[in-house]
């Protein structure tokens, strides 16, 4: 029984480490940054930094409550989940899985893609 808990909590902190580096690490580092460079050039209007630093600031919040209110409900179990070794290694495998991925050529396409999709309607046009 306890092989069971320990595969399941591995593939839960793997879901949660890579969602958490899709909605958190990569806007921060690969967003943020792309879209600072490119309204600096005139390409994009500055506005565009925000949605960034905006999804960045949302999915910590969500997170902080998600945290706090699994803290008020079972603060024990929130504890010894968080301190297992299992679950440690479950989330750093699902945040190296997803930096893996957005270093191949596909990720980085796939990147590139998501941002144009994200800040198209911030593009400088020649009237403005």
Do not use: H
């Amino acid at each position: 029984m306890n092989i069971v808990f320990d595969i399941t909590l591995w593939v839960g902190a793997l879901l949660l480490g890579g969602w958490w580096c899709t909605v958190i690490i990569l806007p921060l580092f690969f967003g943020a940054p792309r879209a600072l460079y490119l309204s600096i050039k005139g390409i994009l209007k500055f506005r565009s930094c925000f949605i960034y630093i905006g999804t960045f600031l949302l999915w910590n919040i969500v997170f902080i409550v998600v945290a706090f209110i699994a803290l008020r409900i079972a603060p024990e179990t929130v504890w010894s989940i968080a301190s297992d070794p299992v679950f440690t290694i479950g989330q750093l495998c699902g945040v190296g899985f997803v930096l893996m991925r957005s270093l191949t050529r596909q990720g980085r396409k796939q990147l590139s893609e998501d941002f144009e999709i994200a800040t198209s309607r911030y593009r400088v046009s020649k009237n403005d």
